[in-house]
């Protein structure tokens, strides 16, 4: 079993950035791909943003794409999504998850492993 939990969430102004966190615990390994998903209330959960194990590939949401950047340090069995210009709409409950193979998909139901949350709210 692997063990997800986010953290690094909370309330910033529009324009303002946050560094959500998501560390991986238990039966972990480097080949495994991740993502971010996120939740809106009253909205269905949506993809953020993926990231390959094997050549650290990474795919990002047409919403997000030249504001969020998604990484992963193996060493510290640690993801994270750097996220620059928030707006109020990118307010949203932000989950990470894993696969246990190196590829990444876009789907919540293709991966294995999912966190709790933490909570993002931009004020405008």
């Known amino acids: 079993q692997v063990q997800l939990v986010e953290s690094g969430g909370g309330l910033v102004q529009a324009g303002g950035s946050l560094r959500l966190s998501c560390a991986a615990s238990?039966?972990?390994?480097?080949?495994?791909?991740m993502a971010w998903f996120r939740q809106a209330p009253g909205k269905e959960r949506e993809f953020v943003a993926a990231?390959?194990?094997?050549?650290?590939?990474?795919h990002y949401a047409d919403s997000v794409k030249g504001r969020f950047t998604i990484s992963i340090d193996n060493a510290k069995n640690a993801m994270y999504l750097q996220m620059n210009s928030l707006k109020p709409e990118d307010t949203a409950v932000y989950y990470c998850?894993?696969?246990?193979?190196?590829?990444?998909?876009?789907?919540?139901?293709?991966?294995?492993?999912w966190g709790q949350g933490t909570q993002v709210t931009v004020s405008s």
């Open positions: 998850a894993a696969r246990s193979d190196p590829y990444y998909y876009t789907d919540w139901d293709d991966y294995d492993y």
């Open positions: 238990g039966r972990t390994s480097s080949n495994s791909a």
């Open positions: 990231i390959s194990s094997i050549g650290f590939n990474t």
